[in-house]
């Protein structure tokens, strides 16, 4: 049988080099561990294939291996933690050759890749390929999403920042048309690290929840943090985000009805053409609780906003403004509303110290925040400028701002 370092080449070099029809060379390469090889059925073609093929062998291979030997065990002083994120949240800890000492699936789906792997003792670079075979074989990426988190924090000064590169690059090269994102949060703060335990994700994942809710104050942690990465990543497109590289294609939107449509939808409801149409915006967010494109335009002196399902058309909210009305409706809203925007502008004013004949500017907009339907009430009065965020459930006063006009 061969050593334990041969074994370790030979997986090395079975990912660096074969071709998605490589797969029987492959098994008859490992022939005498041929009894702890799983053949898979073959799944539909996607252009993360080419990868997939090989992989999902290697970690079959893999698993069974290292269930039975280790490949030279690792020192127990921990060097770095690198976490992987799709949807599962996979943390490895490294020592300082680079050896496994230990690997953990934070959620279920991380367990569920993990499966009976005995990652202990393998160098990073096999086990990380194991993973990411076991992540393909198991649906979690593909051509509809296609985005994968690197996150490296290390420790007692250990170059973390090269490790992060290293790691983003290879994984890059050996997945194509794949979005990798990676980032060093060796300097994470105990804010960070108690949000992912909180929510049970990694580090790296609760790192790139923060910097997208400090671009952008519409988005909470709690509402983003069971989202994949890839939906995270299409979040993130044009926001400014710090200390997080890009490597590879964009993030996938394969899975939704895409822009055409959803102006598509927009203006249909609007009852307007696209030759009527000035400003068009089209973005890919979340809110509501759902992927959505928001479409605004206008026609005219009006102004029209939507909230189109990405994954369906429904129009999900709209608003229009014309002639000094605003006009709100959609499935998130209509009929949810347990109070009126009469009520939650008296709920603001009486909050206040004011009355109606007092102010001026007085407006209500439901909107949903946090994955919390709410209206937002403006006005003006005595040279200061009110904003408030009123439950729309129950009327309570979730937030109030005073300043200068």
Request: with cysteine.
């Amino acid at each position: 049988m061969k050593n334990d370092k041969n074994i370790e080449n030979m997986l090395r070099n079975a990912v660096s080099h074969a071709a998605p029809d490589a797969r029987d060379a492959i098994l008859s390469a490992c022939d005498h561990e041929k009894g702890k090889v799983i053949y898979m059925e073959k799944k539909r073609s996607s252009p993360l294939r080419g990868f997939a093929a090989v992989a999902a062998v290697l970690v079959l291979i893999i698993a069974g291996v290292f269930a039975v030997k280790n490949l030279g065990a690792p020192s127990d002083t921990l060097a770095a933690v690198v976490s992987l994120d799709v949807n599962p949240s996979i943390e490895l800890n490294v020592d300082k050759d680079e050896k496994i000492i230990s690997a953990k699936g934070l959620n279920d789906d991380g367990r569920r890749v993990l499966g009976d792997m005995e990652l202990e003792g393998s160098s990073l670079e096999v086990a990380v390929n194991a993973v990411i075979g076991s992540m393909l074989k198991n649906g979690y990426l593909d051509d509809m999403a296609n985005s994968i988190l690197v996150s490296v924090s290390g420790v007692n000064g250990y170059d973390a920042d090269k490790l992060r590169s290293t790691l983003a690059d290879d994984v890059n090269r050996q997945l194509e048309n794949c979005s990798v994102l990676s980032q060093d949060v060796s300097n994470a703060d105990s804010d960070t690290v108690k949000l992912a335990d909180k929510y049970g994700i990694t580090v790296g994942k609760a790192a790139l929840i923060r910097q997208i809710v400090a671009a952008d104050s519409r988005h909470s942690f709690e509402e983003l943090a069971p989202l994949s990465i890839n939906e995270l990543n299409l979040i993130a497109d044009g926001k400014t985000l710090s200390g997080i590289a890009s490597n590879g294609a964009a993030a996938s939107s394969k899975a939704y009805i895409g822009r055409d449509a959803a102006v598509d939808a927009a203006l249909g409801h609007a009852g307007v053409t696209r030759s009527e149409v000035r400003k068009l915006d089209v973005d890919l967010d979340y809110e509501h609780g759902s992927m959505v494109y928001e479409v605004e335009f206008e026609v005219g002196a009006a102004e029209y906003e939507y909230d189109i399902g990405a994954a369906d058309g429904d129009i999900v909210w709209y608003e229009i403004e014309r002639d000094g009305t605003v006009e709100q409706g959609g499935s998130a809203i209509d009929g949810k509303a347990a109070i009126s925007s009469d009520d939650a502008k008296t709920v603001a004013l009486n909050h206040a110290g004011l009355t109606a004949s007092q102010v001026t500017h007085l407006k209500a907009e439901l909107d949903r925040e946090g994955g919390k339907l709410v209206y937002e009430i403006e006005f003006k009065s005595g040279g200061h400028e009110y904003e408030y965020v009123i439950d729309a459930a129950t009327g309570a006063v979730i937030k109030s701002e005073k300043e200068h006009d």
